[in-house]
């Protein structure tokens, strides 16, 4: 385990100091990028863009992808449905979209130069700035002009015999990459419940996962939103301010802690400059990636007078750190029990109604086992007079009409209806692309029963096809940059390795895969998590298998796995010098 260590390190460090030699050279190199339109070839009559990687999406991942393969010399083309950078960001514009990381985290720790001149504004960031920092970035290290936007991946095809990946787009463009990176996000498939009726409203429909442009005026409307999860939380108290009534149509109520979002305060940002590498390790050291204050104790281990103290200071500092107040939160139902009955009394605190406090308060899950949410007024909200909540669980709703929504026996007339109904989240993005790997196989079929990965970054009968943050890595649970760069840095060490071996493939093994899921489910299960009805597990899409998908086990541990896998030459896949066809034959022959 030391010598492991050690090795681990010191791949870091090379990894870095390589990277570093390719930073250097960049400059001249740029000259030199090809950018990939002059790549033309032709495949199956066809002309086809060629190139060494081609990335799917231009979000955090996809540009810091670009970035990193550009660094190594190799050409890269990113293909983005949006018409700018930003992922999520771009399409979640909904009011009151903000982040629940704190903006001194949330971002790039890349570049030293990037994170001392970006400005944050606020303790968390809003929408809009996140999205001017993500066109900051694209800007600063020039990677719009290999970024294909408007444009969407509909097909990406393993070539056997090339050991290249063919990948089509609704523009009737294709590309051929020895490798192909999905940086697709986690929480980028919108959902629409199938509700009957829903096509006939003569509204406007709005999704929080996918806000339009343009500004959307609300005043002196009948509006209805659908969902209380991180989404509808934020938006809710801004519709509340425009509409005449807003109409919450709620399922199930949430845990929500208030984030006491403020102006940045200069010192404490300074402080963050000021040490900005060491504060990174650190984080990178704790279970999510956030430097925060990590309770030790379990909270059964205290006086309950010294407990509910610990509660009230989380509470009055905001975010989501309040689960972090003790060691065994998620893991405790007995510990948990006593954080969620705090929270529970501070909804019955606030919300003036007892019947309504009633129906906000959270009963079926264990706090922090659905996504924790950060509000700011949100319970509030429901002391309004132009706020009336409704609850689906005693009146569901039967059909939505030209005019509005049927629930139970009551009938509400709207203008507009928010859906903030979440996502087909990790795999949804993915499954909107045919993926077709070895012989045939589709990803969609390999993953029918749920979805199986080694680590996250790759899928047995997929060569050469990286995931960015993928089902099975711990990403939706982190600062998800942070699981970002360091995905996407183990994507490129490996693309490095290949090239050093002469490798024309990497695939996972499947004994690998199946140990690592077995892996994944077994963490899950000594938690909490698995006791709540999440999008975590898939039940929120009708249909989809439920599989506990992130893994639970925390960022350090993970990237501790990562990092000795690759060491250990890259132990659990298997690396062909020839492609897997010509192996196959030779096997065979
Ligand atoms: P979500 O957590 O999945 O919440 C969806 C909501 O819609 C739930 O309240 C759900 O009710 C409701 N819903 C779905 N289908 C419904 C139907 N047919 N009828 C009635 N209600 C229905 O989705 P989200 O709020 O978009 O958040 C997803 C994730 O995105 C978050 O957990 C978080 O990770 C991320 N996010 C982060 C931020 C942030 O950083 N601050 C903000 C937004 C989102 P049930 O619970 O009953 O299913």
Known sequence: MGRLSFLVRAHRSFFWQLRDAYSAENLQRKQLVQHTDVLDGRVDGEVARSCDVVIVGAGFAG?????LARNMGLTAVVIESASGVGGTWFWNRYPGARCDVESMQYSYSFSEELQQEWHWTERYASQPEILAYANYVAKKFDLLPDIKFNTRVTRAAFQEEESRWLVSTDQGTQYQAKWCVMATGCLSAAQTPKIPGLDTFDGRIYHTGNWPHEAVSLSGKKVGVLGTGSSGIQVIPELAAQAKHLYVFQRTPNFSIPARNKPMDAEYENSWKRSYS??????RSMPAGILCDLGDKSAL??????????????WAAGGTGFTAAFADL?????SNRTAAEFVRERIREVVKDPSVAELLTPVDHPIGAKRICADTRYFETFNRENVTLVDLRTNPISEVTPEGVAAGSDFYELDCLVLATGFDAMTGALSKIDIVGRQGLTLKEKWRDGPNTFLGLMSAGFPNLFIVTGPGSPSVLTNVI??????VQWIARCIAHLIEVDGRYIEATQSAEEQWME?????AEGTLYTQAKSWYLGVNIPGKPAVFMPYVGGLPTYQQICDEVAVDGYRGFSIGTQSPCVERRQVNA
């Open 482 to 487: 942070v699981a970002i760069e360091d995905n």
């Open 278 to 283: 060491e504060r990174r390790e650190k984080a």
């Open 330 to 334: 998620l893991k405790n139902a007995e």
């Open 301 to 314: 281990a205290v006086p309950a007078e010294e407990r509910v103290q610990e509660y009230q200071r989380r």
């Open 519 to 523: 892996q994944v489910r077994k963490v």
């Open 63 to 67: 540009m810091y992808m670009l970035y």
